[in-house]
């Protein structure tokens, strides 16, 4: 049965419990992995890969230091990982709330300040994404971990990058 203080925590995004996870590569500053599965089995694999001297869309004179992310999901019996599948699993917070789980634990570990996130949404979109409803559950959690940030659409490739501070 479903519980009213259940709902209410998937709703509030930040709020909801996140998965255990375990880091795979934490040696390298260059990329560091973690995974972690959800109740139903679906494995998630989160990468975060240095992007200390990132363009700044606004200003391609001028370097941010970010970090990209990029996550890949694996149902069970499947046999490769894809940033495309869709599980419907009705996990969504709790996958995102574990994933910006470890983003914030990853940020603490890099020898540089991260000011800006990096990704690139998983379907072509307009200038900021407002068509596909993955990047904008992306943004909206990005942007509720870190109040005051400004999204921007890299015009070189499909890169979306937060700036953060």
């Known amino acids: 049965m479903i519980k009213l203080k259940h709902m209410l925590t998937e709703i509030g995004e930040g709020s909801a419990k996140p998965f255990e996870y375990k880091w795979i590569s ?17 494995e998630y694999e989160v990468n975060i890969a240095d992007f200390s001297e990132y363009p700044d869309p606004r200003d391609q004179e001028q370097d941010l230091p970010a970090i990209n992310i990029d996550f890949l999901a694996k149902r069970p019996g499947e046999q490769g990982w894809s940033t495309k599948t869709v599980t419907n699993e009705g996990d969504l917070y709790r ?18 300040d991260v000011q800006a996130i990096v990704y690139e949404p998983s379907k072509k979109t307009d200038e900021f994404g407002s068509n596909n409803k993955r990047d904008t559950l992306y943004r909206r959690f990005i942007t509720r971990a870190f109040p005051g940030a400004q999204v921007m659409r890299d015009p070189d490739n499909a890169n979306i990058v937060i700036k953060i501070k």
């Open 95 to 112: 996958i995102m709330s574990t994933i910006m789980l470890i983003v914030k634990d990853v940020m603490k570990r890099f020898d540089f």
């Open 26 to 42: 934490q040696g390298s500053y260059d990329n560091q992995v973690a995974r972690f599965m959800t109740d139903k089995g679906t």
